[in-house]
């Protein structure tokens, strides 16, 4: 009878110690919250803090888009091409990105810029920027891609009217448009020498 007793004593302290299901939830979940955040790469905060210092203070120049090679210097190639395009056939005049992409507007003066970087993939990040231009407060958010080990943007999302908007829609959407609706594009074409025969002084219906 004593020694069945004192193993039952001895034994107790172990049968105690073993932890139950909920503890070791509770356990799995305080090691997640104690894990330190995974920072993003330093590289793709600077890639973007560099574009926007160019914007900082009165008289502040930007970024200059003004040839193909700074298009590229920026943006992944398929955007590249798109900005590229869409200036060429613009024909010097105002294409469809009227304003500046970064701050999604044509004038600007900007004291600070909020940007916080993220990693949402290997080789990929987004970075928000906040700022207030003029008053008005606005939140632009780019795609990032890293590309050779250099940083490229893969799209720009603004704020329209409380709606997103997006750097390759603005350029994709219409020729999407015209693709799917030739009767649309047949339209428009017809519109356009319409409006040439009129400034002539002809008579459209001849």
């Not at 356990?27 to 997640?32: D, G, R």
């Not at 090679?69 to 613009?90: G, M, Q, W």
């Not at 008005?136 to 891609?145: C, E, G, K, R, S």
């Amino acid at each position: 009878m004593t020694q069945q007793t004192d193993q039952n004593e001895s034994s107790a302290p172990f049968a105690a110690a073993r932890p139950t299901r909920r503890t070791l939830i509770a356990t799995a979940a305080s090691i997640l919250v104690a894990m330190p955040v995974l920072a993003a790469d330093s590289s793709a905060t600077a890639f973007v803090t560099g574009i926007y210092e160019t914007y900082k203070g009165s008289g502040a120049k930007g970024l200059p888009l003004d040839t193909n090679r700074a298009v590229r210097r920026y943006f992944e190639p398929s955007l590249a091409a798109l900005i590229i395009r869409d200036r060429k056939n613009a024909h010097g005049e105002v294409g469809k990105l009227d304003g500046d992409p970064f701050i999604d507007a044509q004038d600007w003066n900007i004291d600070k810029f909020d940007i916080q970087v993220t990693d949402t993939a290997p080789g990929k990040a987004k970075a928000t920027v906040k700022f207030v231009n003029l008053g008005t407060p606005a939140t632009i958010v780019l795609d990032l891609v890293k590309i050779k080990n250099e940083w490229r943007i893969g799209d720009i999302t603004w704020q329209h009217d409380g709606k997103p908007q997006t750097l390759r829609a603005l350029f994709t959407h219409r020729a999407k448009l015209l693709g799917a609706n030739p009767p649309f594009a047949l339209n428009v074409w017809c519109g356009l020498w319409r409006s040439a025969f009129e400034r002539s002084g002809k008579n459209w219906s001849g």
